[in-house]
């Protein structure tokens, strides 16, 4: 019986062997404990003035391993089948005796058994929360239960877009509307249901809102606050996400199963397909696209790899969108709380400020690891060093081709900081200390799109998680070592030594990318 399922196994058990043998596992996990003990240690100060220090430090934990999660899951499980695609080996994969099953237990499962064990070496260190008082034993481990289920539905959809979707980026963003539907959504068409759940009229419900909360209830991050703090942390309608999030990640995965023979043909990837002989059969309607100019580079980057003017008005699209399902809920709410439909510009900037700030981020680090990262992907990034142009000027038309894609972020967080602010003359800050925080906030992007850029060309997946893991790292470590540093630890001295150890690895990063795009392109 064992013998026979060996097998089906091989690829999954070849894969965890990879995976432990590696020394970025040893480093990630040893980091991680290094990063809890740190964390400890910041808030010994702090923990004799509070009642229950471990509370405080439990939040923090699960809240950072939350989002740790949903980045690395979408940068890393999302590519578990799409990339084999992309590379068009799957169907070698195919020739062997691997069966469906055992290609998405050996790509997928094993990445989760990754993710996982990256949250049990956080056991036995989070245990210190209950030796500083604030919570118990059975709220630490649910609180990982709940990481763990999460982090299984996280993976398992993924995988499901990864066997459908041709690319790792289209999986992605299909992964991540996925979860916005199932928890975010609710939040914005549902609010009178919310209104009556807080007048106390549950009963009269129906069958719609009754989804939507329980879409609500399951949600992970208000389960989560709801184990720390019971007495309030949490929202009304929260309820226990284990159960939820491991049939959904069970149903999931037995999609990506039954899916998997029609989405992953191996006849279908290198054949191209064939035209249409009937004379009756009408040409297809191609999208115009402009000439080139003079840069044809980034001609090249905006209008096939960025999707063009057409992606930019989806943007656009999308985000008004959320703004104005946001700006509906606040409005439903507020009125049916107080019975007064008022509507204030600062809200509404608020809003705007907010997420254009929130997906401008997003933007900017997974544009700057998409510059070459796809063309390592695509082996052509030996076919651009070629090119009579300098590596210079390479980089320069590989950004301007990138840059529209932050164009919608841009001018949403404008229209936000217009509409907030409440009088033109108060536009600009009079403290020092305020242009201070601009400046450190200019830097920290560039420095966040230079190390994603960079990271993109030493790693073949995972270049923007782990941009996201080192910046939070790198300013975690600066903090501290301010915060035990005496007198350049506040005031203007702070800011200032944040903003020279953020050029000081800004400047290095940058110089080094034109040598290292030329050894990856040497090396194609």
């Known amino acids: 019986m064992l013998l026979n399922l060996r097998p089906l196994f091989a690829l999954f058990v070849r894969s965890l062997r990879e995976q432990s043998r590696t020394k970025l596992t040893h480093f990630a996990r040893g980091g991680i404990g290094l990063l809890l003990l740190l964390l400890i240690w910041k808030n010994e100060r702090s923990f004799l003035s509070q009642t229950a220090s471990g509370l405080f430090v439990l939040t923090m934990v699960a809240m950072v391993n939350f989002f740790a999660i949903g980045i690395f899951g979408l940068s890393t499980f999302a590519s578990a089948i799409a990339e084999e695609k992309e590379d068009d080996t799957l169907g070698l994969l195919r020739m062997t005796r691997l069966n469906p099953l055992s290609i998405l237990l050996g790509k997928g499962t094993a990445r989760l058994c990754e993710g996982l064990l990256l949250l049990a070496v956080q056991v036995p260190f989070s245990m210190l929360c209950i030796t500083l008082g604030g919570v118990s034993l059975e709220q630490v481990l649910h609180c990982y239960a709940i990481l763990a289920a999460f982090l299984f539905l996280l993976s398992n959809v993924a995988l ?143 209008h096939f790899l960025n999707g063009g003017w057409s992606a930019l ?20 709410l507020f009125s049916g709380l107080s019975g007064r439909p008022d509507f204030e510009w600062r809200a509404l900037g608020f809003v705007l400020l907010q997420f254009g700030i929130m997906s401008f981020s997003v933007e900017l680090g997974l544009a700057a690891s998409r510059l070459f990262g796809i063309e390592r992907k695509r082996n052509t990034l030996g076919s651009l060093c070629t ?51 601009i400046i450190l906030s200019i830097s920290e992007y560039l420095l966040f799109a230079v190390l994603s850029m960079f990271l993109s060309l030493r790693m073949r997946r995972g270049a923007f998680a782990a941009a996201v893991g080192l910046m939070f790292i790198g300013n975690f470590l600066l903090t501290l070592m301010l915060a035990t540093g005496g007198g350049a630890g506040s005031g203007e001295g702070a800011f200032v ?4 150890f953020v050029w000081m690895t800004l400047v290095p990063l940058a110089l080094a990318i034109p040598s290292q795009i030329k050894r990856a392109g040497a090396g194609e």
Not at 313 to 321: D, S
């Open 313 to 332: 008005r989806i943007r656009c699209i999308v985000y008004l969108g959320v703004v104005g399902l946001q700006m509906y809920r606040d409005l439903s």
């Open 387 to 437: 090119l009579p142009i300098s590596t210079g000027r390479l980089i320069w038309q590989k950004i301007l081709g990138g840059l529209p894609v932050l164009a919608p972020s841009v001018l949403l967080g404008l229209l936000g900081f217009l509409s907030f602010a409440s009088a033109p003359g108060r536009w600009l800050p009079r403290e020092p200390v305020a242009y201070l925080v």
């Open 160 to 302: 499901f877009w990864s066997v459908v979707c041709r690319s790792s980026g289209r999986a992605g963003v299909l992964t991540a509307t996925t979860f916005i539907v199932l928890y975010l959504l609710p939040w914005f068409a549902l609010p009178r249901s919310v209104i009556r759940s807080l007048a106390g009229g549950t009963g009269n419900l129906s069958w719609i809102d009754r989804v939507g909360q329980f879409l609500m209830g399951s949600n992970p991050v208000l389960d989560l606050a709801r184990v720390i703090d019971p007495r309030g942390g949490g929202f009304f309608t929260a309820s226990d996400s284990v159960l939820p999030s491991l049939v959904g990640g069970a149903l999931a995965f037995a999609l990506a199963w039954m899916l998997f023979g029609k989405f992953c043909n191996a006849g279908s990837e290198s054949a191209p397909k064939a035209a249409s002989a009937s004379p009756s059969a009408k040409p297809r309607r191609r999208r115009r696209v402009p000439r080139t100019g003079r840069n044809a580079i980034a001609w090249k980057d905006f």
């Open 497 to 500: 030594v944040l903003i020279m």
